[in-house]
């Protein structure tokens, strides 16, 4: 999915913090928030943020036989929160606009459209969702052998749930990383920002070297790198040929940035759709 390695390289000071490490969907995560001189409950901070992991987790896990993704692959009846919902739209929206290089499906997928004629592109609006009360939602696919694999930006809605959780409770200086996606706020107290390096992608795990270091405040981002993991595919060909390369979106969402960082990745002539984000690529 995504490769990249970071180094926490600030120093805390005199400052209270919280940190939280851990793993989740296969994959490790780690949360630093500089707390304020008011007392915070760090219990319910960290129940809060254990309930939108699991959110995710039961809503999006492919490895999870009871996760709703995995019903809807299935054809089961499945309702849909809105913020369920939320992914797959802005899934679907930017399938359509990189023409389905962000392909929000599973790989087996391709092989049904190219038997039965139907261009990718087509998929991408081939579901939608019919509302059955306030928060609840039904979804309808065209095919019944479209599967979906949301793992191109799910990672990112994570990070971005776990950020606008923290924004929502005066948490602002923090930092947020699960598999490689981040999102930081404000600098920690006396520091410029949040300090991360970037490793030069390689096959060989025991050889890395950092690529570059960098300040971050106020922004996120997401990266993609196919050389040690088989996620990220060029829909439109059967393998992709260059592995030794990392994809970096920079912007204010990070759901967005890692879709982004996959549709760049396999598509080299690629737009982006706001001024908003930026993309750095180490090769």
């Known amino acids: 999915m995504r490769i990249l390695v970071l180094l926490l390289l600030f120093s805390f000071c005199n400052h209270t913090y919280w940190e939280e490490y ?5 994959m490790s995560y780690s949360i630093v928030v500089e707390l304020p ?22 809503s999006f896990s492919l490895y999870l036989k009871h996760s709703n993704i995995h019903k809807i692959n299935q054809n089961q009846l499945v309702y849909l929160s809105e913020k369920e919902v939320y992914l797959y739209l802005l899934a679907q929206e930017i399938c359509n606009k990189t023409n389905a290089y962000f392909f929000p499906f599973k790989k087996e997928t391709i092989a049904f459209a190219k038997a ?4 990718l592109k087509t998929l991408c609006n081939s579901f939608s969702f019919i509302k059955k009360d306030h928060n609840s939602y039904e979804m309808k696919k065209r095919y019944l052998w479209l599967e979906f694999d949301l793992n191109g930006i799910a990672k990112g809605y994570l990070v971005d749930l776990i950020k606008d959780f923290l924004i929502s409770n005066n948490l602002h200086r923090y930092l947020i990383e699960v598999g490689g996606e981040i999102c ?7 520091q410029s920002g949040w300090k991360v390096a970037f490793e030069d992608p390689s096959t060989d795990i025991y050889k890395k070297t950092i690529n570059s270091t960098h300040t971050l405040k106020n922004i996120c981002l997401a990266a993609s790198g196919n050389y ?8 439109y060909q059967s393998n992709l040929e ?7 979106v920079f912007g204010p969402s990070c759901t967005i940035a890692d879709a982004y960082a996959t549709y760049i990745y396999v598509q080299p002539n690629y ?6 984000y930026s993309v750095y690529i180490i090769q």
Do not use: R, W
């Open 22 to 26: 851990g793993f989740t969907m296969g």
């Open 184 to 190: 930081v706020g404000q600098p920690p107290s006396n």
């Open 271 to 276: 737009e982006l759709y706001s001024k908003d």
């Open 228 to 235: 040690l993991q088989d996620h990220i595919f060029n829909p």
């Open 37 to 58: 001189q008011k007392n915070i409950d760090i219990k319910l901070l960290k129940k809060e943020i254990d309930l939108i992991f699991h959110f995710i987790e039961q």
């Open 116 to 119: 039965n004629q139907i261009p």
């Open 242 to 248: 260059e592995k030794n390369k990392t994809v970096i």
